[in-house]
């Protein structure tokens, strides 16, 4: 979907091109096979439910039981023999309500049985400890947390007593389900790792909760979390909320029904294994990798605000391997590739598949501007109510991005800008790799394109039009940074574009010409050389070294859509052949295009071997269809008019208004937070036919709403509307 996809395919077949025998060819496969089984899914929105334990928030101050504390454990004083106080800790055994308060130097431990319930009041209590959690929670049946007042918990950054599997690990560690209420507050620092965890089910019904920092994750659940109301406030240097659970279709899910939640994270905003369900409610991401991240994710109401250095949202399949657990070449950290999950059967020598160069089996596609011939509907961003601001900043990043269906209907508001990228296709405010379509009655204000864009024109097309556009390549200013270097490996670069399919005179002559004539005219007689005689003349085996093959924070980017079963790696061995002495020292510099009949087109850096930069290579005939325009070049359907064009550069900031020529009335207006050269617009305020005029800045342009691009109907992967 992405420019690494791209990167990622030129680094395997290449890695695949490496491994020689001197006469024959040989297979070597590499065993990766895994055994999970595929989740299946339910489509549609998660419903919570919230029981009455979660929303008991009574005490008595008189009956139930107390525990006082000033200082380390030796001030604490408790009314009841369930608490027993020793050196560093205070531990609750026996089910009941509990009211903790005041100042407590060391642990607050609850370890009763597995079908005790433990109400725990905090009125007040400031608890900070010096070995492990502030509170941990090793054994009960369930505890709800109720706030009262302010509250603090702090725990140290170094843990001594962990079990076999690092465990406990969060300032607040509950192994059990977990319930927070009441009208107080509690600020929770993660010094170690997390600064919340719940080992299995976590309610929020109301209270404020402020993760003012912490080390790993913000909040992190195994099993589900629903958020009812409150305030949360969640600052991370990993994940800001993430829930775990991949391995069952019921749990691993995520429920936002109200309140307002603030994460500022250095990775995933908001992150859900199965389903993310947005019902209402205020989410303010001011940092993150991804905004939102779930493999069904539906969006019925609420005000969503999101900055993203990655996608704003997307939608993968649960178990994908993510950036985060991968290394530089696609392993996983500490890995070498063939550990790598996702690769199955993969052999490259397979035939073209409908975007052009083959991938490996489980990798969708083809090369960038192909889509996968098999597209998951699983996989979806259901839109269809709400209000959405999303800004993505960054290389190779998508607003919204769903390796499956992307659907905007209902009465949902999108406004979305991404840096560098179009509307439609790789680095794009709205992709898909299945249907992406914009449905009567929502309102959609999209930019791009602006400083840096890498994107080609944008397409508007039927579901999955890929060819109307022969030119949708990459253009503007962008380069491709630190992107994989090819060494003087002559012999080696033909077998790579033999077995590729990929003509091996695609090297344009304009790359050669400054070659001697003599050397010039030893390369043509070598094309009468029989395939044989150039591997006995070539006697020593060149290897192809790739270096600097992303840059820093590419490294971390792995491909999304892999899927999750992996087989095998084929590597086939075989003797290196000859090619011309021409020594490619970079790769493309700007992938221009790649039209209909297979022509790719690239520009390279002009101080390659002193010539002026131009290269190009023809697909063979094996190639279904032809790449539809090269990257950038995937389509949307909108089924109401709209408005799509391209505008001068505009700056960060500038609003963007379009009036209505008839009235002089604003219709829409829109200030992207990163530049912007091209819009798209669609409201159930536009009239197909009608003249309207864009202002932005000191840009003014006249234009007419076009009819809308389809007239098929588009079924919706979930619900249509919250009262579904």
Known sequence: ???????????????????????????????????????????????????????????????????????????????????????????????????????????????????????????????????????????????????????????????????????????????????????????????????????????????????????????????????????????????????????????????????????????????????????????????????????????????????????????????????????????????????????????????????????????????????????????????VGGKLYITSKGNDVDGIDSNGVLYIGGDAEVYVNVEGGNIYGNMAALDAEGTNAIVPGSTVFATGGGKNSMGGKNNIGGRNNMGSNKNNGMNGNDNFNNRPRFNETENNMNDFFDENRIDKDFIDENTTDSIDNEDSKDNENKKDTSEEQNNIENKSENEMIISNAVNEENTKKIEKEIVKKPKKIIIKKCKPKNISKVKPQAPPQQFESMDSNKNMNFTMPDNINGHNGNMNFTMHDNMNGGMGGGMGSESGIVLQPYIQTSIDTQEAGTQISIIDNENDKTIISYTPEISYASILVSTPKLVEGKEYTIIAGDFTQTITASSPSSSEEIEPPSVTSHSN
């Not at 089984?37 to 929105?45: M, S, Y």
């Not at 030796?74 to 531990?91: K, Q």
């Not at 927070?180 to 976590?202: E, F, H, P, Q, W």
């Open 1 to 383: 979907m992405k420019i690494n996809n791209f990167i990622i395919l030129l680094i395997i077949f290449a890695i695949s091109g490496l491994v020689k025998a001197d006469d024959e060819e040989e297979t070597t496969s590499l065993d990766i096979t895994g055994d999970e089984e595929e989740l299946e899914l339910i489509p549609g929105p998660v419903t919570c439910e919230y029981k009455k334990k979660d929303l008991n928030e009574s005490y008595d101050v008189d009956s139930d039981i107390s525990i006082n504390c000033n200082g380390d454990c030796s001030t604490c004083i408790s009314n009841h023999d369930g608490v027993t106080i020793s050196e560093g800790v205070v531990e609750i055994t026996t089910a009941g309500t509990y009211i903790v308060g005041g100042n407590l130097e060391g642990q607050l431990r609850i370890a009763a049985t597995k079908d005790d319930f433990i109400h725990l009041v905090l009125n007040n209590a400031n608890i900070t400890s010096f070995d492990g959690p502030a509170i941990f929670g090793s054994k009960a049946d369930k505890v709800t947390i109720t706030l009262v007042g302010e509250n603090l918990l702090n725990d140290p950054a170094n843990y001594t007593l962990v079990d076999e599997d690092d465990e406990p690990d969060a300032c607040l560690f509950i192994d059990s389900d977990l319930a927070i209420n009441g009208s107080g507050n509690l600020t929770v620092i993660g010094n170690y790792k997390d600064a919340i965890r719940c080992k299995k089910d976590l309610r929020i019904v109301n209270g404020t909760i402020n993760v003012q920092s912490a080390v790993d994750k913000g909040i992190k659940v195994k099993n589900s979390l629903c958020i009812k109301d409150g305030n949360i406030n969640v600052n991370s240097t990993d994940t800001g909320i993430k829930v775990t659970r991949d391995d069952d279709a019921e749990k691993g899910y995520i429920v936002i029904d109200g309140g307002n939640v603030v994460v500022s994270s250095g990775n995933d905003g908001i992150h859900a294994e199965t389903h993310l369900t947005i019902n209402d409610g205020f989410i303010d991401i001011q940092k993150s990798g991804e905004g939102l991240e779930g493999q069904m994710i539906d969006i019925l109401g609420g005000e969503i605000h999101i900055i993203s250095s990655d996608d704003g949202i997307n939608a993968s399949k649960v178990g994908t391997l993510n950036e985060d657990d991968m290394g530089p070449m696609g392993g996983p950290m500490g890995g070498p590739m063939d550990d790598m999950q996702g690769m199955n059967s993969m052999n490259r020598t397979e035939s073209m598949g409908p975007g052009g160069m083959s991938p490996p089996n489980g990798m969708p596609g083809g090369m960038p501007g192909g889509k996968s011939s098999e597209v998951d509907s699983s996989v979806y961003i259901n839109i």
